[in-house]
């Protein structure tokens, strides 16, 4: 099902929207009063750079191990796949908030981004994301040509393809997006080994079949921002009961991978497998709420944990 995006408004519109009148007939901005770190970290999306540093760093660890190369003797690729990878995805997530500014001022959870607010100047903004993007890949280049096109591809895909296009048209927008969410750890191992291993793709699988769950279950709690910002989110247009089947489904896709990763040995095998029939358990016992809203919130709390957990035990398991 295709539906339009939100209405374009423009700059000084957003800013009235933030102005309010006082008691004494003074006009008084409700704007939240931040600081110009806060706003730079709110533009790159902090919160995402920062878990993606996660499957990234665990990426090039894994890659590290598996073809017998030293950790502190490679500590110059590890430093330039970090830094690049932080460095285009800050830049990607600036571009996302550039284009989305139109639409960014009708949903809570949007409203007070700089770029909404007209704390910044936008174009400035693009700016940003665009050196940003090229800074990465320049850091990135100091590592392997397939490391720069696997970000590229993930830039491309997440900036282009999601932001501009599946996001606002598209009722599968959040699986075309999946895609540059689960790029980051296998940038990371391709900076270590172009070769990209199965164990690589497995990594990707997992980033990939992990997001719709997450981003549906995120979608349900702000299922009515969606549908005012007229974006076509799987509850905005079929509801509840088919998202979360959908949920479901997505977690048994998840289930056969770990078996693919024999390599890191049984006991992570087993606690990959406790933790995705652990989210299912717990999708089963939060329906007793009777509380789709209870529901989601329980299920995307477990997603947060489920992805530090399990990539943080691939780590943990090569150094027992």
């Known amino acids: 099902m295709n539906v339009k995006g939100g209405t374009s408004v423009s700059s000084s519109r957003i800013i009235s929207e933030n102005i309010m009148t006082s008691k004494d007939g003074s006009l008084q901005s409700n704007i939240p009063v931040t600081t110009v770190w806060r706003d730079f970290l709110a533009l790159i999306k902090i919160g995402i750079v920062n878990s993606n540093m996660i499957t990234t760093f665990t990426g090039i660890w894994l890659a590290l191990h598996f073809s017998n190369k030293g950790f502190l003797g490679n500590l110059h690729i590890v430093f330039f796949t970090l830094v690049g990878s932080a460095l285009?995805?800050?830049?990607?997530?600036?571009?996302?908030n550039y284009i989305d500014r139109d639409i960014d001022h009708l949903m809570e959870r949007t409203k007070a981004r700089p770029t909404v607010t007209g704390k910044v100047n936008p174009t400035m903004v693009?700016?940003?994301?665009?050196?940003?993007?090229?800074?990465?890949?320049?850091f990135l280049l100091m590592t392997t040509l397939t490391a720069v096109a696997i970000g590229f591809i993930g830039v491309f895909s997440y900036v282009v393809v999601y932001s501009m296009w599946s996001k606002r048209k598209h009722v599968s927008n959040t699986i075309v997006g999946s895609v540059s969410g689960a790029v980051p750890p296998l940038i990371g191992w391709a900076a270590v080994d172009p070769n990209l291993d199965v164990m690589a793709w497995m990594l990707f699988l997992i980033m990939f079949a992990w997001q719709p769950p997450h981003f549906y279950a995120l979608a349900m709690r702000r299922v009515e921002e969606y549908r005012a910002a007229g974006i076509p989110m799987l509850p905005v247009v079929k509801g509840f009961g088919k998202t979360k089947k959908h949920i479901y489904l997505w977690i048994l896709v998840l289930i056969p991978i770990p078996f693919f990763m024999i390599e890191l040995g049984i006991p992570f095998l087993t606690l990959a497998t406790v933790l995705n029939l652990g989210w299912i358990i717990t999708g089963i016992y939060a329906n007793r709420f009777n509380d789709h809203m209870k529901w989601a919130k329980t299920m995307f709390i477990y997603s947060l944990q489920y992805l530090t957990v399990i990539f943080v035990a691939m780590v943990i398991v090569t150094l027992i």
């Open 88 to 96: 285009i995805m800050a830049g990607s997530c600036s571009l996302n």
């Open 126 to 138: 693009a700016i940003m994301g665009i050196v940003f993007i090229t800074m990465g890949m320049i």
